[in-house]
C-alpha cells in the first residue's frame, strides 16, 4: 500500500469510527464483516474494471465495491430519484457542475480530518472547486481539460509550422485560415468561435475565456454565494472583455471573422477538413479518431491570453463524493479514499482518456491499453497534452448546467445581434446566475 493511500486512509478515520459506533449503537458487535459499497458514476464500467477488481481482492476480508455506470446525461435525475426512494448508492462519481446541486445530500469532509493544506497538495488546483467552507464534498479523481485539436494540412497550407499558442495569435491567423466570399459565405474556418447554437462546446469555451481573464463566475463568500461575473477587476470587467472577443469572431466586420450561424456544427466542420482550429476537451480525441480515421490533425494546450500569463484552461472535474444517506458510511469513506488514491487512479489511468486528478500521476502518462487489449504506446501526443492541460484546469460552481448553458447561449446571441451591449448581456447573466446560486445559500 502506497504512502499516499495509507495517508488518505487515516484521513477518514474519524468517519470511519463514527460509523463503527452507530453500527454499535443498533446492536452490533465482534468480528467485522464484509461491506458491499455501491458506486454510480458515469466513467466507463470498462476502463474501471481492472482497478476494481484488484481493489476489491486487496479488500476481500472487509469490503467489495460493485461499480455501476450511469449515463451522464441521465446521472443527476437517477441520483435525486433513487435517494428520495430510499435506494441511492453510497458513493457517486460527479461532475464538478453537479457538485453544487447535490451537496446537501452529501456527507462533507471536515478539514479536521483532512486539511486543506494536504488536499491541495495531493490534487490538481481545478479539483478545488470540491472544496466548501472548512469541509470537502468530494475527493477528485479524473479531469477532462478543454484542448486545441488543430488540422495540420490547413495550417502547412498557409506555412503556419505549429499551432497558436496566444489568442493573439489565433486573431493574427484567422485572415490567413478562412476563406469566405463577398456575402460573407464560409467555405474554411480558421476558428468556431462568436455563436452558440453551432459551437460544440461553447459553454465550456466561454468558461475558459472568463478564467482566464480573471473571473471565477461564481464565488463563496462568507458563507453566500453570489455571481461575481460583473465585478471589476483593475477597474476593468474581466467577462466583458473575454465576451466581447469571443463574440468579435461571428463579426463580418472584424478582421478575425471566421464564423456564422449558417454553418455546420465545429465539431463536425472540423471533422469534414474544414475547420483549422477545434476547441473541444481531452477527451473528444478518440471520437474524432474513430469518426475520421483520415483527418490529419494534432492537438496542443488552449492559447494564452498573452505570453507570460498563467496559462489556464477549462475543464470539468470529478469527484468521489459519500452519499450522506449511505447504510454504511464507514464503508462508504474508506472506499472514498481508496477510490482516490494514486494507485486506483494510476491503474484506471491506463484505460481512459481522462486524466487523473492526482498531482503525482500526471509527470509521465502511462501507456495507453485500447479496449481489445492492445498497448497504444507511451507518450502519445494527445495523452501527454491532456494530462499538461489537467494541471493548469479550473472549473467553477455551476447552480444548474442546463439553466447556466441557457444564460450563456443568450449572453453571445444578445451581443450578436445587437439586442444589448456587451456590458449589458454580461450583467443580465450575473443576475440570474445569482439567483440560481441563491436557491443554495443559507
Partial sequence: MSNFQIILLAVFGLAIIAGLVLFAALGGGGRQELSEVVLWGSVKAD??????????????????????????????EELLEALAAGRGPDLAILPSDSI????????????????????????????????????????????????????RDLLSDV??????????????????????????????????????????NFKEILSALFLQAGTSIVAEESGYLLSVLDRKAERRVPAEE????????????????????????????????????????????????????????????????????R????????????????????????????????????????????APAARSLLAAPPERVSPDGRVAGAGEASRETVYRAALRARSWLDPAPAESRRLFAEMIEAVGSGEKSVSEAVKRASLEISELVGRYNP
Wanted: neutral net charge; aromatic residues 12%.
Fill in 242 to 309: 473575454a465576451l466581447a472577443f469571443y463574440t468579435s469572431f461571428s463579426n463580418p466586420r472584424r478582421d478575425n471573422y471566421a464564423w456564422n450561424r449558417s454553418l455546420p456544427a465545429s465539431r463536425d466542420f472540423f471533422l469534414a477538413g474544414d475547420l483549422a482550429l477545434y476547441l473541444g476537451l481531452g477527451s473528444e480525441a478518440e471520437l474524432l479518431k474513430a469518426s475520421n480515421p483520415n483527418l490529419n490533425f494534432d492537438v496542443a494546450e488552449l492559447p494564452l491570453l498573452s505570453p507570460g500569463r
Fill in 159 to 200: 506555412a503556419v509550422a505549429s499551432p497558436p499558442a496566444t489568442w493573439e495569435e489565433v486573431v493574427t491567423l484567422s485572415p490567413k485560415l478562412s476563406d469566405s466570399d463577398r456575402n460573407g459565405n464560409v467555405a474554411v474556418s480558421a476558428i468556431a468561435l462568436g455563436e452558440a447554437r453551432n459551437v460544440t
Fill in 47 to 76: 476502463d474501471m474494471a481492472e482497478a476494481v477488481s484488484d481493489l476489491n481482492f486487496k479488500e476481500s476480508k472487509t469490503l467489495r465495491l460493485k461499480y455501476v455506470e450511469k449515463d451522464a446525461r441521465t446521472l443527476d
Fill in 100 to 151: 453544487l446541486r447535490h451537496r446537501d445530500k452529501l456527507f462533507p469532509i471536515p478539514f479536521a480530518s483532512f486539511s486543506e493544506r494536504s488536499f491541495k497538495s495531493f490534487f490538481v488546483e481545478g479539483g478545488e472547486v470540491f472544496l466548501g467552507q472548512g469541509v470537502i464534498y468530494a475527493l477528485p479523481m479524473f479531469v477532462d481539460p478543454l484542448i486545441l485539436y488543430w488540422n
Fill in 311 to 354: 496559462r489556464i484552461t477549462f475543464g470539468r472535474v470529478m469527484g468521489a463524493a459519500i452519499i450522506k444517506s449511505s447504510r454504511n458510511l464507514a464503508a462508504a469513506s474508506r472506499a472514498a479514499g481508496l477510490l482516490s488514491s494514486a494507485d486506483f487512479l494510476g491503474q484506471v489511468s491506463k484505460f481512459s482518456s481522462l
